[in-house]
């Protein structure tokens, strides 16, 4: 497996050292949100590194989550564009497959794994703040349709997507509010969606608010089971919370700063690959555990509260080390890495659960045991 893990991560530098003497793209940071490249989500298809655990009959790698971590780690590393696939691909696929009938498999699947079909993941809402389980967005059943209404927010790469997941409340919640709540594959041209978005400080369109208006879709379009919902946006978060991009999103910056004269001489330089270097075993342990179909449990929570907690720490790092060092032909890469990082920073320790809260879900965890 080791032999076959080294292969395999010597072959993506290969496509990547390619992809970039040819200019194919631009090194970014945060390149999982803020890197929109259909052709090169496509690309990537083409090499068997979409829906790499996804099985060989559904159009997959049929390969392991460790094997995905490795393709995951170089395509960060280098600040890859795989923000269009990324939802897909992470959290999605893995859901169809484990929740979803053998139509949806057979129509949705293959399509993600060759980078043609894109989705966006519609949870949060106004004024719900970290609260997931307040959600308004309604569903109700007529005849053999749904209707749903309401509006989502922070819905990555609505704009450019085909489809969104979308967690509405199909009964009333009474006394337990986890409980009537249900998943629905919705089409972004269906009648009725809205999509408005929501613009960075940098300017930069990642974000978006989507409502829904009477939106009609037919009963195939829910999503595992009717009011179990929440039990299924949970095995998600696993998927979202515990992956690479939680602690790699600066690591272009890092390798930037690097090559600057100077840096690599400082030690608070060494001290951010020390802690580099322990995260990325923490979340192989998570992959290992996903790879024996095991849920992730509270390594994949620490993961990402630590690995968000690293990512300010890489631009705070960089920015001391690059005012104590002088001029140097590759300082305006660092500096141009280090302005967009920081206009993404204050997102980091907020998007897939902030970190207050899952300190909290963290601590009792641990107290109950």
Known sequence: ?????????????????????????????????????????RRLAEQGWVGMTIPVQYG?????????????????????????????DRQIGPSILRHGTEEQRRRYLPEICAGRLFFAIGLSEPDSGSDLASVRTRAVEAGTEWVLNGT????????????????????????????????????????????????????EHHFNEVHFADVHVPADAVLGTVGAGWAQVMAELGFERSGPERFLSTVPL???????????????????????????????????????DREPGLGGLIVKDL?????????????????AVGEDPNRAEAERLLAASTLHSPGFTLRGGTSEVLRTIIAKALVAK
């Open 254 to 292: 890092l390798e930037a700063a690097g090559r600057v004269a100077g840096v690599r001489d400082h030690p608070p330089l060494g001290m951010a690959l020390g802690r580099l270097w322990a995260l990325r075993h923490a979340c192989s342990d998570v992959a290992a555990a996903l790879s024996a």
């Open 60 to 88: 997959g790698r049929g390969g392991s989550f460790l094997e995905r971590q490795v393709v995951i780690e170089e395509l960060l590393a280098v600040g890859a564009p795989v923000a269009a696939h990324w939802m897909a």
């Open 152 to 203: 989502k927010v922070w819905t990555s790469g609505a704009h450019g997507s085909h489809a969104v997941l979308v967690l509405a409340r199909t009964e009333s919640s009474g006394r337990d509010r986890h409980a009537g709540l249900t998943q629905f594959i919705v089409p972004i041209d269906a009648p009725g969606v809205t999509v408005r978005p929501i613009r960075l400080l940098t300017g």
């Open 307 to 323: 690995g968000t907690v690293f990512e300010s720490t890489v631009i705070e790092t960089v920015r001391e080390l690059l005012a």
């Open 1 to 41: 497996m080791a032999d076959g893990l080294r292969a395999l991560r010597c072959d993506v530098r290969g496509f990547l050292a390619a992809a970039l003497a040819n200019g194919e793209f631009e090194p970014q940071c945060d390149s999982w949100l803020s890197g929109w490249d259909p052709s090169f989500s």
